[in-house]
């Protein structure tokens, strides 16, 4: 007959001999996951290796076309402005570099730069979107109409496109100086507008932007500044719009306006020296009346326009 010490004697001899076997077994199974492991990091770091090496070169590449065309850029626009005057305006976040980049070119190109407004942060800000709309309707001088759209963008164009382009048909101003010295002044006085010295009416508008808009009203704040820029389209000429790497992109002006449509002209990277030049021959094209969508993002119809490229 087993005694109870033989029971617990063979019960403890199982536990035993499953503890032995998971160690042995955990001992082995550990070292296969580990050479796994090592295998696995190993590919890893020649992955990232071969992706910074392609970094690398795809930067070298980059640096050299922003430097062909920063050398070339005044030869590609020679001429294409030539007896075009253009009106600058410039939105808060609109970096200087572009801004100068852009006005040395058009005047490579033969174009007279008529100066800049430059549009502050409150132009955009949803809480005053109200006294922006109240304020453009007392300074609408006679004889301009305003658009029916009631939003603050489009009136807001209605009113500065009239003021800072010349009639299309008769080339003449839509305002007199004092009428737009008057609303400007308003404008500048509501802390909506900066006016730039020498300022005055031209042929053409470029509306240069920063990169994708940010915040909790990013959506609102980039519709205004296309709207906008669409309003100042139908006032004169011809206008492009422009905006750094991003800016066609979600929450972006240039993205709101790609999705309503070919009605205003866009490039989409203005940060690059090869973008400026695309820029001025878009110009170009809005004073004969074409219409595209230029750039890197994916929503560009080309790189740049058909006639630039051959």
Known sequence: MISLRNHV?????????????????STSLSNRVLGGLADDRA?????????????????GRLTDADRYALATGP???RGALDGKSVVL????????????????LLRA???????????TDAF?????????????????????QLPTAADPGTL????????????????KPQASPDETAAALTGLASGGYVRQGQGLHAAQLALVITGGSVGGDAAADRAAVIARFATQVQRSGAGTVLVGRTGSADNFGPLSVVRADGPVLSTVDDVDSPAGQVVTVLTMRDAAAGKVGSYGTAGNAQAPAPTSATG
């Open 89 to 104: 305006i410039t939105t808060a976040d609109a970096k200087s570099n572009d801004r100068d980049g852009v006005a040395g």
């Open 156 to 171: 807001a164009g209605g009113l500065i496109g009239p003021l800072l382009l010349l009639d299309k048909t008769t080339g």
């Open 9 to 25: 004697v063979s019960i403890a001899a199982v536990f035993l001999a499953l503890a032995v076997g998971v160690v042995l077994g």
């Open 124 to 144: 955009t800000d949803p809480t005053k979107s109200d006294q922006l709309r109240s304020l453009v309707t007392r300074l609408l001088p006679a004889g301009v």
């Open 75 to 77: 030869l590609a626009v």
């Open 43 to 59: 590919n890893l770091s020649k992955q990232v290796a071969d992706l910074q090496s392609k970094q690398t070169d795809l930067s």
């Open 109 to 119: 190109a033969g174009a007279t730069v008529a100066g800049e407004l430059q549009l």
